[in-house]
């Protein structure tokens, strides 16, 4: 499933999430990109049971991802994603309310990135300087992303 239209329920505590963590996903990169369209169509069926919707960034080496819908939701699976061995060094840049999403058409896209576009999205957020202003900046450019090279989900 690429895109829906869905009504969702009034919940006047949106949340907004963006991490990055390192992939530990092993063999060979046909087989990691396997494994990562397997994560996304897990996470399209429970996103769109949950009300969560999002966009994941996958450079082959890094993982970047925005996640959004109700509150005790996103943090539900945020505890499940810390837990998930297929990654690690998991850093989250962004935790916060917001009033609309940014990517309510998607249950959950795929966009491939290179190394270089991913550095950019980490360098945005130093662990020692999460400046508020930063947080509209990295979620567009990750739509920008996905705007660009669109969905690779195969599904």
């Known amino acids: 499933m690429k895109t829906f239209q869905r009504f969702f329920s009034k919940n006047p505590e949106l949340t907004r999430i963006v991490y990055v963590s390192r992939s530990t996903i092993p063999g060979s990169p046909e087989e990691?990109?396997?494994?990562?369209?397997?994560?996304?169509?897990?996470?399209?069926e429970h996103n769109l049971a949950n009300e969560i919707t999002g966009l994941l960034?996958?450079?082959?080496?890094?993982?970047?991802?925005?996640?959004?819908?109700?509150?005790?939701n996103i943090q539900t699976l945020f505890n499940n994603i810390e837990r998930d061995t297929r990654h690690t060094e998991?850093?989250?840049?962004?935790?916060?309310?917001v009033n609309n999403r940014a990517f309510s058409n998607w249950d959950m896209a795929l966009t491939m990135i290179n190394q270089e576009e991913m550095a950019d999205i980490i360098t945005l957020f130093p662990a020692n300087n999460r400046a508020a202003g930063k947080d509209n900046l990295i979620v567009s450019l990750m739509q920008t992303h996905l705007e660009y090279y669109g969905n690779m989900d195969n599904t």
């Open 32 to 44: 990691v990109a396997e494994e990562v369209q397997r994560i996304v169509t897990r996470a399209q």
């Open 57 to 72: 960034l996958f450079s082959g080496k890094y993982f970047a991802q925005v996640l959004e819908g109700p509150g005790p």
């Open 90 to 97: 998991t850093q989250m840049l962004i935790n916060h309310t």
